[in-house]
């Protein structure tokens, strides 16, 4: 199985502050990775797919980059709303698997 | 508008059998797959397989072989998640998702709390 391996694991931030989430596969993944967003009602968002294409709807504060192995969402100036937690997802061989998670906090 | 809509959340006891569903609205229910990710509490995103929602053909994630089964009622536009032997480690919530080929899941049912306990 691709381990999918997330850092940081939690980030405090401040408004307006431009932060990055890392995402490292445990093997070459042919950029299929993509990120999601997880509200604390349990609600999932996608937000980009095959590494840098931004999901119908997501505001282009959102970007995502990589190859290879690794990989990773940026998030240009932070909005109140962004504070959340977000998951990268491998979907290059089965079992798709996810990263761990990072937790979005407000400094 | 798209929308996954699953039922709501069970309690059951270990050894009991929960079947969950997910009626989709808003699409051709068997133009994308469906999947289903498990997500313990307190816990991240487990994909545990999916289903080809025109041919019915299920595949599963390695742990989660033999107890889980995916099935459909396609004239109801909606997927099934049932389990059984219920154990206290599938205390979880799941999500089933939509997803359009080579993309990510773009559509997420609420999830369903299931909890087991004696």
């Known amino acids: 199985d691709i381990q999918m391996t997330q850092t940081p694991s939690s980030m405090p931030a401040s408004l307006g502050e431009r932060v990055t989430i890392s995402c490292r596969a445990s093997?070459?993944?042919?950029?299929?990775l993509n990120w999601y967003q997880q509200k604390p009602d349990g609600t999932i968002k996608p937000l980009i797919y095959?590494?840098?294409n931004l999901q119908s709807g997501v505001p282009s504060r959102f970007s995502g980059s990589g190859s290879g192995t690794d990989y990773s969402l940026t998030i240009s100036s932070l909005e109140p709303e962004d504070f959340a937690m977000y998951y990268c997802q491998q979907y290059d061989s089965s079992p798709w698997t996810f990263g761990g998670g990072t937790k979005l906090e407000l400094k | 508008q798209i929308q996954l809509v699953q039922s709501g959340p069970e309690l059951k006891k270990p050894g009991e059998s929960v079947k969950i569903s997910c009626k989709a609205s808003?699409?051709?229910?068997?133009?994308?797959?469906m999947h289903w990710v498990k997500q313990a509490p307190g816990k991240g995103l487990k994909w545990m397989g999916w289903?080809?929602?025109?041919?019915?053909?299920?595949t599963y994630a390695d742990d989660f072989k033999g107890r889980f089964v995916f099935s459909l009622e396609a004239s109801a536009s909606t997927a099934n998640l049932q389990i059984s032997n219920l154990k206290n480690e599938d205390t979880a919530t799941y999500f089933c998702a939509r997803w359009p080929l080579g993309a990510a899941f773009d559509y997420w049912g609420q999830g369903v709390m299931v909890t087991v306990s004696s």
């Open positions: 289903i080809n929602t025109y041919t019915g053909k299920p």
């Open positions: 095959y590494t840098s």
């Open positions: 093997q070459g993944i042919s950029n299929y």
């Open positions: 808003g699409y051709t229910f068997t133009d994308y797959a």
